[in-house]
């Protein structure tokens, strides 16, 4: 099962920063948080993953909390061609990639 | 740079054929291997794991089997399709990096129906 709760839709305008929460409360030490995006009929991407400080890289950011309980992605300045499900997924070292329902992403014009 | 193949991209067969579908990644050695089905409006669901030759996880039981017979080659089975088989069906490899999974690359995938 997956460990982690998301909304199951968002919208967000385009040009806006989406902002896309995640709680993952049994997280435990050793376990990342990363984020990947399926858009239609396609593969999932990676997007990007942490531990426990804040993250960034071109396409997103990733705020994780002090207590790690829960993580938010942050899409800049979306797109529509951002429009997809994104993942929130927690795993460890060795384990499995385990994708949960996503929150479908709906940007609007 | 590290690459995945999978084929075919669509495939249509009858209930009661047999299914295999090949995956290869280049550029890398020793990956961690994926097999995943997503069917019809549905989320991601992982069908089989390997972390080497010969040694794969099998997370849900069902009418396929997967087979890893050389190092960067994941092979996907079934002896009779059912029509419950159709899906989309992507392949997918990471690494272990410094102690630590790597992120999974995916494959574009094969669309089956099983008509």
């Known amino acids: 099962d997956a460990k982690t709760t998301q909304p199951p839709s968002m919208d967000c305008a385009e040009g806006r920063a989406a902002n896309l929460p995640c709680n993952h409360s049994?997280?435990?030490?050793?376990?990342?948080v990363y984020w990947y995006r399926q858009i239609h009929s396609q593969g999932p991407q990676y997007i990007i993953h942490?531990?426990?400080n804040n993250e960034t890289n071109e396409m997103a950011s990733l705020i994780i909390t002090e207590d790690r309980k829960s993580s938010t992605l942050i899409l800049p300045h979306a797109t529509l061609r951002d429009t997809a499900v994104y993942y929130c997924?927690?795993?460890?070292?060795?384990?499995?990639?385990?994708f949960g329902k996503g929150t479908r992403l709906h940007i609007l014009p | 740079s590290q690459t995945i193949h999978q084929w075919p991209a669509t495939l249509v067969q009858p209930v009661g054929s047999p299914l295999s579908l090949e995956c290869t990644v280049e550029?890398?050695?020793?990956?961690?291997l994926y097999w995943y089905r997503q069917a019809a409006g549905r989320g991601l669901q992982l069908l089989f794991y390997?972390?080497?030759?010969?040694?794969i996880s099998s997370e849900v039981p069902q009418n396929l089997s997967a087979s890893r017979p050389q190092d960067r080659q994941f092979i996907l089975s079934s002896k009779k399709l059912l029509l419950s088989d159709s899906g989309f069906y992507l392949c997918?490899?990471?690494?272990?990096?410094?102690?630590?999974?790597?992120?999974?690359?995916f494959g574009q995938g094969t669309r089956l129906t099983v008509v």
């Open positions: 997918a490899w990471s690494v272990l990096a410094q102690g630590q999974n790597t992120e999974a690359f």
């Open positions: 049994t997280i435990s030490g050793n376990e990342y």
């Open positions: 942490g531990l426990k």
């Open positions: 997924i927690v795993r460890g070292r060795d384990d499995k990639i385990i």
């Open positions: 550029g890398t050695s020793n990956p961690n």
């Open positions: 390997s972390v080497g030759i010969g040694q």
